[in-house]
């Protein structure tokens, strides 16, 4: 974070940001290495690949470390790829004027908050969106300080993809580590990795693979096979959208080309639906009709919903049968994975927010007692016998701590024997559930596998859960 590219002095104010803690827009454009000039001279002023069509959509999150060089990656890839406005650019150069700065930060192109450019680090995940005449993109640019965990797999939680970033003249720090573990156990297993700040050891091969060896040497431990290792100088552009000259040992694609080329899949159930588990709709709203009747609202998870299936209801295991699946725009034969649809059964039973409603042949477990891997963000530590609220899909519950068993070594990736889990600690606990909730192993399915802990007494969310132990291989 914090590196600048050089470019000839700007003028014009800021737009004025959203809020209080906000500089303006938080984004920039062009293509090559001078934001405004070239902006001004190709003529392209925003999102060049507006109105494209129908176009598959990927969600990655970029990760790593602190100072490692990730806002100012995105923002050379939002600038290289034209996606921005010249008057967004102009905001960017204001605000690094005033902080002394003579050239256009790229990394102001997502650390929009004010502490952020004043410490020169990402503390909140900034979302952008971006589009090339090949694929969409939902760019998640997530902090790497180690107090700011939390917002990381907020950021992870969603993605089909990791782009980790790592300072090629460090290598893998801890916190790195940390990052790809939270990623590889929410589900990530697609990860490009950045060789960052190549130009600082003179493109020297020797550290660009001591780099691909000691990500390759982690992704493995983890169960990680996809993986692509890019050296790249964010600052200069070198690999990043354009092929570069300066590392001749290296002839595979650009970080652009790779994410253009990695398999996209809805977050929201594609998991599921290519592990075998059956429909699953968490009930959000019941719908009461004028003329009598009700349906029910949610999202389908898992795999597809239809008219004529079979499905239970959860937790209560009642067995109906599906009607009718409608949306706005009328009744459907299929809901496909990921859409928000409102579901009729034919029969008058009694189904509330926080029911699910699944595939009768391939129900989740209903229980009240489970082991779960947690990422603990509390400032206090996480003990035996807290008292906590769990939110699973749409249900809430009251649930103790039963019993804290292990925690994951991040370096070596083995589970420790513990009783206490510390803030950014990641580990395997056992929770006992005032009502029953209806899970899957978050490894079979992301949406039911998957819960958040909620302090009683503040209401804040202290640690990210998933059903079952982390699935870590021997060696």
């Known amino acids: 974070m914090g590196a600048t590219v050089s470019t000839p002095a700007t003028t014009g104010g800021t737009t004025p940001g959203s809020g209080h803690d906000t500089e303006g827009p938080s984004l ?12 001004r001279a190709t003529g392209v002023t925003g999102n060049a690949a507006a109105g494209t069509g129908a176009m598959d959509l990927l969600r990655f999150a970029a990760v790593g470390s602190v100072d490692d060089g990730k806002s100012t990656l995105i923002g050379r890839l939002l600038f290289d790829t034209r996606q921005l406005f010249d008057d967004q650019i102009e905001a960017v150069a204001a605000a690094g004027r005033r902080r002394g700065i003579s050239e256009v930060d790229l ?31 939902v760019i998640a640019d997530c902090p ?20 980790v970033v790592v300072d090629a003249t460090t290598g893998l720090r801890e916190q790195t580590r940390r990052h790809t573990c939270i990623a590889a156990l929410f589900g990530v297993d697609q990860f490009i990795v950045c060789a960052n700040k190549m130009d600082l050891v003179d493109w020297d091969e020797a550290a660009y693979r001591r780099v691909a060896d000691e990500f390759e040497a982690l992704a493995r431990r983890l169960g990680v096979v996809s993986t ?4 790249v100088s964010a600052l200069h552009g070198d690999n990043v959208v354009d092929r570069s000259d300066a590392a001749p040992f290296y002839d595979g694609p650009t970080v652009l080309e790779a994410l253009e080329a990695a398999p996209a899949g809805g977050w929201a159930g594609f998991h599921g639906a290519h592990r075998g588990t059956g429909a699953r709709l968490p009930v959000q709203w019941v719908l009461r ?28 295991g009642i067995e109906t049968t599906v009607s009718a699946v409608e949306t706005f725009d009328g009744e459907l034969a299929e809901a496909s994975v990921g859409l928000s649809v409102s579901v009729h059964l034919t029969d008058d039973i ?75 600690d990641i580990g395997v606990v056992h929770l006992s559930m005032a009502t029953p909730l209806a899970v899957d192993p978050y490894r079979r399915e992301r949406i039911t596998g998957s819960f958040v802990l909620i302090d009683e007494a503040t209401n804040a969310t202290v640690a990210a859960g998933m059903v079952g132990r982390p699935d870590l291989p021997a060696g």
């Open 28 to 39: 920039a454009d062009g293509a090559g290495r001078d934001p405004v000039t070239r902006a």
């Open 107 to 137: 990394s102001f192109v997502t650390d929009g908050l004010r502490a952020e450019r004043e410490q020169g680090i990402t503390i909140d995940v900034a979302y952008r969106y971006a589009a090339t005449p090949h694929r969409k993109f």
């Open 144 to 163: 790497g300080h180690v107090q700011y965990t939390s917002n990381m797999a907020t950021g992870a939680s969603t993605a089909d993809l990791a782009l």
């Open 228 to 231: 692509t290792v890019i050296p």
């Open 289 to 316: 009709h004028p003329g009598g009747g009700r349906s029910y609202a949610g999202m389908v998870n898992g795999g597809p919903l239809r008219p004529g299936d079979r499905v239970v209801v959860l937790p209560e």
């Open 350 to 424: 009694d189904v509330s927010r926080g029911d699910l409603i699944a595939a009768a042949e391939e129900p989740p477990e209903v229980t009240t007692e489970m082991e779960a891997t947690v990422c603990w963000f509390g400032d206090r530590p996480l003990r035996p016998g807290d008292r906590l609220r769990v939110k699973h899909t749409t249900r809430v519950t009251p649930a103790r701590v039963s019993e804290v068993r292990a925690r994951l070594d991040v370096n070596e990736l083995t589970l420790q024997a513990a009783d206490v889990l510390e803030a950014n």
